[in-house]
Structures are given as structure tokens and as C-alpha cells.
């Protein structure tokens, strides 16, 4: 989706509402003990609810469509843990830049708390790849993290930015 379409538009008011009422259910919490490790756990734990409920969501794409290699799958969980507590705003003036309305965020930004909090926005992929490889999980894995984005990996990559969009 291009930044800035109504569909583009569109799936930042669906992520909104999802961020706002995101849960996750202590047994969906329950079932990633037999495929994670205790500090993939740890690090998912950690994870703001909003961004755990997403990578859930992202892992039910990415196995509806056939998808079951262990290092996309974990990439589909732990691909934002680096977003942490941003808040909406945070995540709005981010969504806001990316439309090529910058001028919120700049504004904003002048808060320290602000600025820092939009820093770690826009560099969460390489923040999460950092977070993943410290809590073990394969060079793949970390890669399909760093790269979330703008895939290196042609299919695995496309995949995972694909169920990403559509979560």
C-alpha cells in the first residue's frame, strides 16, 4: 500500500482500533512455550500488548498461508519488540511522517521524551534485529527482523511483509 492512500489510511485506522483493544489470551501466551525459547519468551513478555496481539496476528497469516519455517515464524512474533511503551500518539506522528505529513512530529518532537520515543519508532526493525540476536534467535530470524521493511529475502522477506501489512 502506498503511504497516504485511502487503503493506506484505511489500515492505520484498523491498526488504531486494534492497538487500543489488544489482548492476549493466557492460553494463546500458553502455546508459544512449546516453540520459543525461555528468552524469546522473555523478550515477547516484554513486548507492549498491542505489539504482541500484532505479531500473533502476523504468525496466524504467515501459517494460514503455509508458512511454517521456525525462524519466519519467530521473526513474524518478535518483529516489532523493539517498539516498546510508545503510546499512540508516538505511533500516529510516525504513521503521520510516513504519509509525508511530517510537520506533527516535528513539532512534537521538540520534547526530549517526544523525539526519543519517534527515534525508536523509525528505528525499530534494526532496535528489534538487536533485541532478537540478544535473545538468541537465528541469524535468519534476525535478518528478516532488520530488513521488515524492505525485504532482502525474496520470499521469507515478501512474506513476512505481506502478513505484516495485512495484520
Not at 48 to 70: I, M, S
Not at 115 to 121: A, I, K, M, S, V
Request: glycine fraction near 10%; charge should be positive; proline fraction near 6%.
Amino acid at each position: 500500500m502506498r503511504p497516504g492512500s485511502l487503503a493506506w489510511w484505511l489500515g492505520k485506522m484498523r491498526q488504531t482500533r486494534r492497538h487500543v483493544f489488544a489482548r492476549v489470551t493466557p492460553a494463546e501466551r500458553a502455546a508459544l512455550e512449546a516453540w520459543l525459547t525461555p528468552p524469546q519468551l522473555a523478550l515477547f513478555d516484554a513486548m507492549h500488548v498491542a505489539d504482541r496481539r500484532h505479531g500473533l496476528d502476523v504468525v496466524g497469516v504467515l501459517r494460514a498461508e503455509g508458512t511454517t519455517e521456525p525462524d519466519v515464524l519467530v521473526a513474524g512474533l518478535l518483529h516489532d519488540c523493539a517498539k516498546g511503551n510508545a503510546g499512540l500518539l508516538g505511533r500516529v506522528l510516525v504513521a503521520l511522517e510516513q504519509a509525508h505529513l511530517g510537520w506533527p512530529a516535528r513539532v512534537a518532537g521538540v520534547l526530549p521524551p517526544v523525539r526519543r520515543t519517534l527515534q525508536r519508532l523509525r528505528d525499530h526493525a534494526e532496535l528489534s534485529a538487536g533485541l532478537a540476536g540478544g535473545a538468541g534467535c537465528s541469524e535468519r530470524t534476525i535478518e528478516l527482523i532488520r530488513w521488515q521493511d524492505d525485504p532482502r529475502d525474496p520470499i521469507a522477506g515478501e512474506r513476512l511483509r505481506l502478513a505484516d501489512e495485512a495484520s
